[in-house]
């Protein structure tokens, strides 16, 4: 069976196309599927974390997915950042190293420690254009990456395994990473962890406002400070689960609609304004007795 594939960008538009793949991968009883992709005349590689995530739910059903058609510079980009490895594509060098590689981790303590060296490597001082940070800050910046992972394994129950992309665009002055699981999506963790039934929108807002449906310990915290930076920084945060889209960009304007279909999971977007050159730190490294 033929599925094409348009334009994929890091917005609303974005996110209802993978959502309609998802549903058309699950619409008919098909043992094999090629993506057409002649029509990709851009897609923002970061946006191939959920691309990836909706391909290996299918491909884990048992069909098989091939792609054809895909030419120019967005075949250019899939290869530098390791994506078409999924079709046997071999890659090329990212000589410019804009690239965070696409990659699959799975859903456990062992892909949680990948996930750290992943971003330990890839989120450093100074690295693609990063805000500077105090070491205290960046160190928490880290951790609550690690917390958006973690919530993927702990309460998604996913059986697909997490993904993680991303990409520096110099002219453009951003770097987008994205994070993506095949889950339950928020809304249902909340509703069998708390016995609550929430709206798509505000299960979002929920969950970017330092909430959490683990219990007996600290969480929730992750989203909250990386939306307090961006909102800083004039980025983005973007939260896709079920049918709810959440954005919150250029420090303080909220956009939220739901889809008209259903996202598989969850997908956290983190937009970072490479040409802010302002410093940061934590609120609690201030010295409230120096006016200087």
């Given at each position: 069976m033929?599925?094409?594939?348009?334009?994929?960008r890091?917005?609303?538009t974005g996110?209802?196309?993978?959502?309609?793949?998802?549903?058309?991968?699950?619409?008919e009883?098909?043992?094999e599927?090629?993506?057409?992709?002649?029509n990709?005349?851009?897609?923002?590689?970061?946006?191939?974390?959920?691309?990836?995530?909706?391909?290996?739910?299918?491909?884990?059903?048992g069909?098989?997915v091939?792609?054809?058609?895909?030419?120019g510079?967005?075949?250019?980009?899939?290869?530098?950042?390791?994506?078409?490895k999924?079709?046997?594509?071999?890659?090329?060098?990212?000589?410019?190293?804009t690239?965070i590689?696409?990659?699959?981790?799975?859903?456990?303590?062992?892909?949680?420690?990948?996930?750290?060296?992943?971003?330990?490597?890839h989120?450093?001082q100074g690295?693609?254009?990063?805000p500077t940070?105090?070491?205290?800050?960046?160190?928490?910046?880290?951790?609550?990456l690690?917390?958006v992972?973690?919530?993927?394994v702990?309460?998604?129950?996913?059986?697909?395994?997490?993904?993680?992309?991303g990409?520096?665009?110099?002219?453009?002055?951003?770097?987008?990473?994205?994070?993506?699981?095949?889950?339950?999506?928020?809304r249902?963790?909340?509703?069998?962890?708390?016995?609550?039934?929430?709206p798509?929108?505000?299960?979002l807002?929920w969950a970017v406002?330092?909430?959490?449906?683990?219990?007996g310990?600290?969480g929730?915290?992750?989203?909250?400070?990386?939306?307090?930076?961006?909102?800083?920084n004039?980025g983005?945060?973007?939260?896709?689960?079920?049918?709810?889209?959440?954005?919150?960009?250029?420090?303080?304007?909220?956009?939220?609609?739901?889809?008209?279909?259903?996202?598989?999971?969850?997908?956290?977007?983190?937009?970072?304004?490479?040409?802010?050159?302002?410093?940061?730190c934590?609120s609690?490294?201030?010295?409230?007795n120096?006016?200087f």
């Amino acid at each position: 069976m033929r599925l094409a594939l348009g334009q994929i960008r890091t917005r609303f538009t974005g996110f209802q196309r993978l959502a309609e793949l998802a549903r058309d991968l699950d619409a008919e009883d098909c043992a094999e599927y090629n993506l057409d992709m002649s029509n990709v005349t851009w897609l923002d590689a970061n946006m191939c974390a959920p691309l990836g995530g909706v391909l290996r739910r299918c491909r884990d059903k048992g069909a098989s997915v091939s792609q054809s058609g895909l030419a120019g510079s967005p075949r250019t980009i899939m290869r530098k950042n390791h994506f078409l490895k999924l079709f046997n594509v071999d890659p090329l060098a990212d000589t410019y190293d804009t690239t965070i590689k696409f990659r699959r981790f799975e859903a456990d303590r062992s892909g949680f420690e990948e996930f750290q060296a992943y971003v330990l490597e890839h989120f450093k001082q100074g690295s693609r254009g990063l805000p500077t940070m105090t070491a205290a800050l960046l160190r928490r910046f880290r951790e609550s990456l690690f917390e958006v992972f973690e919530n993927a394994v702990e309460h998604s129950y996913t059986r697909h395994g997490v993904f993680a992309c991303g990409q520096h665009f110099p002219k453009k002055a951003r770097l987008d990473f994205t994070i993506a699981d095949m889950g339950i999506g928020i809304r249902e963790n909340i509703r069998r962890s708390l016995g609550v039934e929430l709206p798509p929108i505000h299960a979002l807002d929920w969950a970017v406002s330092g909430n959490t449906t683990r219990r007996g310990r600290p969480g929730g915290l992750g989203l909250q400070l990386i939306k307090e930076f961006v909102a800083l920084n004039g980025g983005r945060l973007i939260v896709v689960s079920d049918l709810g889209f959440w954005q919150l960009s250029q420090g303080s304007s909220l956009y939220s609609r739901e889809l008209p279909c259903h996202f598989p999971g969850t997908a956290v977007t983190i937009e970072v304004r490479t040409s802010d050159t302002r410093s940061y730190c934590l609120s609690s490294e201030l010295d409230p007795n120096s006016i200087f």
